[in-house]
């Protein structure tokens, strides 16, 4: 019975350590490619820019830290001129200049191995409002548990327990009966009080659990059909491979 009991929040508490850790990874993530290479040129060129660029040149300087002993940048908008200059000159899978022609195998799409920090950041976005109803769904339940055990505290002060006499049959042996029956009434009341805000906390918990479960159906679907449409573009390029 109380293992039927503890589950609710043993699923709370396991479901928000588990979007608690995703969202210490993904913040190391943006940190770590925060300052490389490929971060920077992202904000000057598209991904179809980039993938031919760096099938022409080494692919593992995307993820080079922009800083000295690393790759330093001297003269920024000369740098960049150069690179709009390759790019102008790769067309489909070859790249031409008056001195060479490069046809390159395969379909390499080196950008696309590399993490994506704004798209980390929209999933970190994702992952720290589920975080969100998880810690609601136990605040609610830690509530409920304390609710719970003051009910029954103040329903063994009224009743009594087997080593304890309750405060009902002692009313009868008080010489102040008035006095101890206004006692009694308070204690009733406020055990209706606690009750009812014992109600209200499973209505929440009930609530919060039906969104998450919403939230996880949708971000399942939205999942499978990423994975449908890159299996579909899968298929596309293998046609042409």
């Known amino acids: 019975m109380r293992s039927a009991e503890n589950q609710p929040r043993a699923k709370a508490v396991e479901r928000r350590d588990i ?16 300052k490389v290479v490929v971060t920077a040129l992202r904000k000057q060129f598209s991904d179809d820019e980039l993938n031919p660029l760096f099938r022409l040149l080494n692919p593992d300087l995307l993820e080079y830290p922009v800083a000295a002993g690393s790759l330093e940048i001297h003269r920024r908008p000369e740098l960049l001129a150069a690179l709009r200059g390759l790019i102008s000159k790769l067309t489909g899978d070859a790249y031409h200049d008056d001195n060479v022609t490069i046809t390159f195998r395969g379909v390499a ?3 696309a ?4 920090v704004e798209t980390v950041r929209e999933r970190l976005e994702e992952d720290r409002e589920h975080l969100k109803r998880w810690q609601d769904i136990l605040s609610a339940i830690e509530q409920r548990e304390t609710l719970e055990k003051e009910k029954k505290s103040i329903q063994e002060e009224l009743d ?17 009966h008035q006095k101890s029956k206004q006692q009694e009434k308070r204690l009733r009341e406020e055990f209706k009080n606690i009750d009812e805000t ?13 969104s998450q479960q919403a939230a996880e159906k949708a971000e399942a679907a939205a999942q499978s059909a990423i994975l449908k449409q890159e299996d579909e573009l899968n298929k596309i390029m293998g046609e042409f491979g």
């Open 113 to 116: 191995k590399v993490a994506n």
């Open 160 to 176: 009594g327990t087997t080593a304890r006499e309750g405060k009902i049959r002692r009313l009868f042996r008080y010489e102040e």
């Open 109 to 111: 799409v080196p950008v």
């Open 198 to 210: 014992i109600k209200v906390a499973k209505a929440r918990i009930e609530k919060l659990t039906v």
């Open 19 to 34: 979007f608690a850790g995703l969202i210490r990874e993904k913040e190391q993530t943006i940190a770590r490619f925060d």
